[in-house]
């Protein structure tokens, strides 16, 4: 059974201080967007997933992207390059994506996730281009670059996806279905419990979604609740099924062309950790030995010939047997 073809895919995570801030007994947006992309990672390791994934923080103390020059790009890490998902990966999750002291426009984010995908995907066969960002959109961000920025996304091909604390719809944040992440509203304020800043960063990213996809853009912006909810139930492994053409012989002069499949086929254990020769890598290399020592401070080492069958209990013989 063949594999299904794979996707590049761009995790694009919000650190900067912002992200932490919440209202009390909420859950800041920054460990919701952590929960979620560990969820999706677990995901992919489970299910053998072939699509290869990198991530991207912003908000940063530190700076590390090849786009990064004369104070442009800053505060924005390129985590990890592209490369399938595995356990080292959410071993660095877990323990290295800790929240920023900085701030970094998230739309400079994008870029420098678009520039990230057109490099390491060139010359290789891909699917799908997705780029997954996960904001609140706390933070004053320029317009003047979004059509360029959009027309890039539609020639390369990038498909888009946003993970909010709050919900896109007007409607949905008046009845409190959001996550709650976002400050209390205060009189003349925009929006539905958001600042001005991510009420025009809501705008921006309404821009964006139905310019690439029309009304259907929508879709593809989610609260990080919701995604959390979806991404708790695993994945299955994708299997494609592959055909090859044969005849069917009924008799001697029938003769048909068809196109057989596997119905069943068994699948593979997954490999096991194996002991093995540190020098040779080989599994026969490696030797057992047994050593006999005593019970001491320094374990002195005696010959088999000087020991004798019992157990570590001294026990003593009654003079009346």
């Known amino acids: 059974m063949a594999r299904a073809a794979k996707s590049a895919l761009v995790l694009c995570m919000d650190v900067g201080f912002s992200m932490s801030n919440s209202e009390p007994g909420q859950e800041p947006p920054f460990e919701q967007a952590k929960k979620v992309i560990q969820k999706f990672v677990q995901r992919q390791v489970f299910a053998e997933n072939k699509d290869e994934v990198g991530l991207v923080l912003f908000g940063t103390d530190g700076t590390k992207n090849k786009l ?28 290295e994506v800790q929240p920023g002291g900085q701030q970094a426009d998230w739309l400079d984010a ?24 996960l904001t609140d959109l706390n933070i004053q961000t320029s317009s003047d670059q979004l059509d360029i920025i959009i027309n890039s996304l539609k020639k390369a091909g ?81 299997r494609r099924p592959m055909a090859w053409p044969c005849q069917l012989t009924i008799g001697s002069s029938l003769t048909i062309r068809i196109v057989g499949y596997k119905a069943v086929t068994e699948e593979k254990v997954k490999k096991s950790w194996a002991i093995v020769d ?12 047994t050593v006999y020592c005593l019970n001491d401070d320094n374990e002195t080492e005696v010959q088999k010939d000087d020991t004798i069958q019992g157990a570590e209990e001294r026990l003593k013989m009654s003079h009346s047997l």
């Open 110 to 133: 994008l870029v420098v996730c678009m520039d990230l995908l057109q490099d390491e995907t060139m010359g290789k066969k891909f699917e799908r281009l997705n780029i997954v960002l």
């Open 278 to 289: 540190a020098q040779s890598h080989q599994k026969d290399d490696v030797k057992r030995e």
């Open 68 to 95: 990064a020059k004369d104070g442009q790009y800053e505060n924005i890490t390129v985590h990890r390059h592209l490369m399938m998902a595995d356990f080292e990966l959410l071993s660095e999750i877990e323990s």
């Open 158 to 238: 990038i498909t888009l996806q946003f993970f909010l604390p709050f919900p896109v719809d007007d409607e949905d944040r008046a009845d409190g279905r959001g996550d709650g992440a976002g400050p209390s509203e205060a009189p003349g304020r925009p929006g539905k419990g958001l600042s001005r800043q991510q009420t025009q960063g809501l705008e921006m990213v309404k821009q964006i979604m139905t310019s690439l996809e029309e009304e259907e853009g929508l879709d593809e912006v989610y609260t990080f609740s919701d995604a959390l909810e979806k991404l708790s139930i695993f994945k299955r492994i994708d």
